[in-house]
């Protein structure tokens, strides 16, 4: 007698399902019996490896939650906080990161759901792309160790490097409704974060730190009474402000609760990347900004236009009156662009630019190698020469590290990102995030020609996310969908949420 169709899908799915959590099983086994063979020698390692078994049954349970606390730990939190916590770590030695745990965590369950999701022909080609790219980075973290570079510093670079793939990750959360609202409210929240940090910092008079990614760093060049510039997290700053804004002009929310947050965030990233009085990050968070005004409907880009006129004659009047110095600070820092001729940041950028160009000449294809190094100094400056592998100008620092090809694969995926038109039937919601990516990206693309924002830790997983963002539309729920979604029947094999 056949067997009711019922009873075949139902052993099918029981066999998938089980081939599915069986590998998951057998690396459950492996790391615990590799965790309690090292236990004995070291006990960190079993702490370590707890926590690592608990993130990766996070990233499969909630994986918008994983990715969140990825981008709070890099975005946010110090990184000498995160090596203090790290495993095998310590004062310029920085071992296994939290955040690291998370990021592979986090791969490991996309690279199991992206098999089965519907992807369109430019999601597949720039997954595929992203792919190489960190196939390549790998190739790089054991060219740089086969150099004899130090170890430490190749596994910084990896590690920053290698955070872009919070693209692979991001891509299964976006491309379905009730995950994507939540990464988007979990993004407004890690802004709101970073933006409270960020005047914490300032207003706490937060020493300047070791790693040079906290704090407020003492004077301001081509200023007469400049007490200090905000450091800790001044390549995020503008990244939320483009998003917030993007949000409250294209995202028709209706909810006051969500729109005071955004208001919020959007007002203490702004007031943080003021008194970074970096010119580099205000044009980016500026380029940002018109970019999405630019995109923008006709009537709404005029009403904006007039209430952020409004908003600036009244946020200057009350920042004259609070607080005259910091406005006049900042008058004398935008006034000195004009005077990049006796700008000795201007100086140097070149001439460390003049060392990273020669070694690009060196390997054009292949690269240095993380953990690669040059020796330079200042001389005009009385500074003396020193081994760096640091490089003001993000392009020419990828290009050395990873290789020119490489390189421009990265490059170009960001430039092809900033073009999409608005796509038919797309929520609201969705048109404001890849706009708000979108000019983020562009304002990045930006500031990357004097800041490097390759090679931060803080700003490389927010890369990624942008990339996914821009390149990821959703639609409006046709009547059918829409009761198929709130009966929960469009779930697939993989939790998405």
């Not at 730990?73 to 690291?100: C, E, K, M």
């Not at 694969?409 to 706009?435: H, T």
Request: with cysteine; net charge positive; hydrophobic share 55%.
């Amino acid at each position: 007698m056949t067997e009711p169709a019922s009873a075949v899908t139902a052993a099918g799915e029981r066999s998938r399902s089980l081939l599915f959590w069986l590998p998951l099983f057998a690396l459950a086994l492996a790391l615990a019996g590799g965790a309690a063979a090292a236990a004995a020698n070291q006990p960190k390692l079993l702490l370590g490896g707890a926590v690592a078994l608990c993130v990766l049954a996070l990233a499969f349970r909630m994986p918008v939650a994983n990715l969140a606390l990825l981008l709070f730990l890099t975005a946010v939190v110090p990184f000498q906080v995160l090596n203090r916590f790290s495993i095998g770590g310590g004062l310029n030695s920085p071992g296994l990161l939290f955040s690291d745990v998370f990021l592979l965590a986090g791969l490991v369950w996309a690279a199991l759901a992206l098999p089965s999701l519907p992807l369109d022909r430019r999601r597949y080609l720039y997954s595929l792309a992203m792919f190489l790219f960190l196939a390549l980075v790998a190739i790089q973290v054991v060219h740089g160790l086969h150099a004899g570079y130090l170890r430490s510093t190749v596994g910084q670079e990896g590690r920053v490097l290698l955070g872009l793939g919070t693209f692979l990750i991001a891509l299964p959360l976006l491309a379905h409704a009730p995950s994507r609202r939540r990464l988007l409210g979990a993004l407004s929240v890690v802004a709101l974060a970073l933006g409270a940090w960020g005047m914490l910092q300032w207003l706490g008079h937060y020493s300047f730190g070791a790693a040079g990614d906290v704090g407020v760093r003492a004077g301001v060049r081509l200023t007469s009474g400049g007490s200090g510039q905000l450091q800790g997290g001044e390549f995020g700053f503008p990244v939320a402000i483009v998003f917030c804004f993007a949000a409250l002009t294209l995202g028709e929310i209706r909810s006051w609760l969500w729109r005071s947050l955004l208001i919020a965030a959007l007002a203490l990233n702004i007031a943080s990347c003021l008194v970074t009085f970096e010119r580099s990050f205000w044009l980016d968070a500026v380029a940002g900004v018109a970019f999405v005004l630019a995109l923008a409907p006709g009537g709404k880009r005029l009403r904006v236009l007039a209430a952020l006129t409004a908003v600036a004659v009244i946020g200057l009047g009350a920042l004259s009156a609070v607080s005259p110095q910091t406005l006049t600070t900042a008058q004398q820092r935008l006034n000195s662009i004009g005077a990049y001729q006796s700008d000795d940041a201007v100086r140097y950028r070149v001439v460390e630019s003049g060392f990273v160009y020669h070694r690009i000449r060196a390997h054009p294809l292949e690269g240095s190698g993380l953990g690669a190094t040059i020796f330079w100094g200042q001389p005009w400056a009385r500074v003396p020469p020193k081994t760096r592998n640091y490089s003001h100008d993000g392009y020419l620092w990828l290009a050395w590290k990873v290789g020119l090809p490489a390189a421009a694969l990265l490059v170009l995926l960001l430039a092809l990102s900033l073009f999409g038109r608005k796509a038919l039937n797309e929520e609201p919601l969705s048109l404001a995030a890849r706009r708000g990516a979108q000019g983020a990206i562009l304002g990045l693309l930006v500031a990357t020609i004097t800041f490097p924002s390759f090679s931060q830790l803080s700003i490389a997983p927010v890369i990624g996310l942008l990339l996914a963002l821009a390149v990821s539309p959703s639609f409006r729920a046709q009547p059918a969908e829409s009761r198929r979604l709130r009966s929960g029947e469009s779930r697939g094999a993989l939790q998405v949420g």
